[in-house]
């Protein structure tokens, strides 16, 4: 059976943290939430620094700086009506899983983020996952209705996982 997280770290600073047990635990969070089975789909999760994260930002959206994750779907779930609900995923079988997609975290600039924030460093983390695991699965907040959609959807989830509303 494939793992939900195919968890890579590129910078010793993720497992210091713990980085595959926080996105797995926010990942079985989202699914939860949304009703969705862990059996079935798996999400792949890089965590790396800003030198990787700036480098892929500019391969794939033109943008030459580091920012805190990337997210690549696998499909294009997203919603045709403004803040209407994305398209749910169907589940492939456990020894040949349906891929959400990929997405990339920055130690350097998650850890600032937090810091700035006064929010502890796994509570951000935890955050970011569930809201690049959401843009896989179609959510977005590029519209207004979208990003209401989106925002209280994380709200919901982070909820489950004792963590405050980052809004």
Known sequence: ME????????????????LEPLALR?????????????????L?????????IAALNAS???????????????DNLSAKAEGGMPDRPEPGEADDPVS?????????????????AGTPLPDHVSHLVVHALLHCLGYDHIRDGDATLMEATEVRILATLGISDPY
């Open 100 to 116: 959400f997609g990929d997405l990339a975290l920055s130690y350097d600039t998650c850890a600032r983020e937090a810091v700035a």
């Open 3 to 18: 793992p939900l997280v195919d968890c890579v770290t590129e910078d010793d600073r993720w497992d210091a943290l713990g």
């Open 26 to 42: 926010a990942v079985q969070a989202s699914l939860a939430v949304l009703g969705l089975p862990e059996h079935g789909f798996t």
């Open 60 to 74: 794939f959206r033109h943008k030459p700086t580091a920012t805190n994750v990337l997210s690549w779907p696998y």
């Open 44 to 52: 792949g999760v890089l965590g790396c620094d800003d030198a990787r």
